[in-house]
């Protein structure tokens, strides 16, 4: 659970941890894994595990002032519910997904996600539903990428890219 605070949880994402749920809390706005692109000081391609790895289990996101949640479930059971999360950085979206099964879903309602956003990322991730809040038009940015398996899509809402 990312409660409060802004500690960002970064290094040693790599876990043989199953089924667990995380819930990232509207007090947390750290980030949770490392963008691509590592633009301290002198910038360089990151080296290191960008993800959390789990071995499936459930996201909510609910947190406006988070700008990175990079989650990779492998190929396992995957629940991703976004209720509200900030607008990423590096032109990417806040929330990255990677993996997914057969019977993984995920609920956009507020937020940007990209599942398998970059070229080289797969994620299975057979339905997908895009909502809104209060602004049908925009509340929801939802990005698949290449290399996302989408079966059905429900959109009530939102942009679909």
């Given at each position: 659970?990312?409660?409060?605070?802004?500690?960002?949880?970064?290094?040693?994402?790599?876990?043989?941890?199953?089924?667990?749920?995380?819930?990232?809390?509207?007090?947390?706005?750290?980030?949770?894994?490392?963008?691509?692109?590592?633009?301290?000081?002198?910038?360089?391609?990151?080296?290191?595990?960008?993800?959390?790895?789990?071995?499936?289990?459930?996201?909510v996101v609910?947190?406006?002032?988070?700008?990175?949640?990079?989650?990779?479930?492998?190929?396992?059971?995957?629940?991703?519910r976004?209720l509200?999360?900030?607008?990423?950085?590096?032109?990417?979206?806040?929330?990255?997904?990677?993996?997914?099964?057969?019977?993984?879903?995920?609920?956009?309602?507020?937020?940007?996600?990209?599942?398998?956003?970059?070229?080289?990322?797969?994620?299975?991730?057979?339905?997908?539903?895009?909502?809104?809040?209060?602004?049908?038009?925009?509340?929801?940015?939802?990005t698949?990428?290449?290399?996302?398996?989408?079966?059905?899509?429900?959109?009530?809402?939102?942009?679909?890219?």
């Amino acid at each position: 659970m990312f409660d409060s605070g802004s500690i960002a949880c970064c290094y040693g994402l790599s876990t043989v941890l199953t089924g667990l749920t995380i819930n990232v809390n509207p007090g947390y706005s750290g980030q949770i894994g490392l963008p691509d692109r590592n633009t301290d000081a002198t910038p360089y391609q990151e080296y290191r595990t960008s993800s959390l790895v789990i071995d499936g289990g459930t996201i909510v996101v609910d947190a406006p002032q988070v700008n990175l949640v990079r989650v990779n479930f492998g190929s396992t059971l995957a629940v991703v519910r976004e209720l509200n999360s900030g607008a990423g950085i590096n032109s990417a979206p806040a929330v990255l997904i990677t993996g997914g099964a057969a019977s993984s879903e995920a609920d956009i309602t507020k937020g940007s996600c990209g599942f398998a956003f970059y070229a080289t990322e797969t994620a299975n991730f057979p339905t997908v539903k895009i909502g809104y809040v209060s602004n049908q038009a925009s509340d929801a940015i939802v990005t698949l990428g290449v290399g996302c398996t989408v079966t059905a899509i429900s959109k009530a809402g939102g942009v679909l890219a």
